[in-house]
């Protein structure tokens, strides 16, 4: 089922944006092979299934934003409008408004997508959670090491006696 869609392809296309994981409705009405019209005519005729946190209208300097980091190559590729996105609740919402056999399949793959990278920020929060403990435990460690030479450079060793036969300069 998720082969129709790599969830490789989803996941670069999944973007941030006011603090929510986002899709642009182009990308999406590409995955779901429909025209992009196609798509905001079905959830402006069901307007009520999506509240702002399942689907916002990006501004101006959002756009702006896309363009600067490439994710979209111009203006001119959202036909002239800005463009919508979805949050993972709205795509979800999307397979109720979009009924087709693709769609449902599309629908499970980025849903898989949304988890997969779900699982993958959760493994590194863990990871730098475990970086801060090390990095606290030798910081202890090294002190102690620091500690050590700081002394051993406070208590100069006496000079030591030199062993066997010195010849002494002569002033002449």
Avoid: C, W
């Avoid at 702006?64 to 996105?85: D, W």
């Avoid at 959670?129 to 090294?142: G, I, N, P, S």
């Amino acid at each position: 089922m998720s082969h129709i869609v790599p969830i490789e392809r989803v996941e670069k296309q999944i973007l941030l944006f006011r603090g929510h994981k986002v899709m642009l409705d182009s990308d999406l009405a590409e995955l779901y092979g429909v025209k992009p019209i196609a798509l905001r005519q079905q959830v402006k005729r069901n307007q009520a299934r999506f509240p702002e946190d399942f689907m916002f209208q990006l501004g101006e300097d959002e756009v702006e934003a896309l363009v600067s980091q490439n994710v979209i190559p111009s203006r001119k590729h959202l036909g002239g409008y800005l463009p919508y996105v979805f949050t993972q609740e709205g795509i979800a919402m999307l397979s109720s408004v979009l009924r087709s056999k693709r769609a449902v399949m599309v629908n499970i793959a980025i849903m898989r997508a949304f988890v997969k990278l779900r699982e993958m920020l959760a493994s590194h929060r863990d990871l730098a959670r475990r970086l801060d403990e090390l990095e606290r435990k030798y910081d202890v460690q090294f002190k102690a090491v620091f500690d050590a030479i700081r002394r051993l450079m406070e208590h100069p060793e006496p000079p030591r006696r030199q062993i066997g036969f010195h010849a002494q300069k002569s002033h002449e």
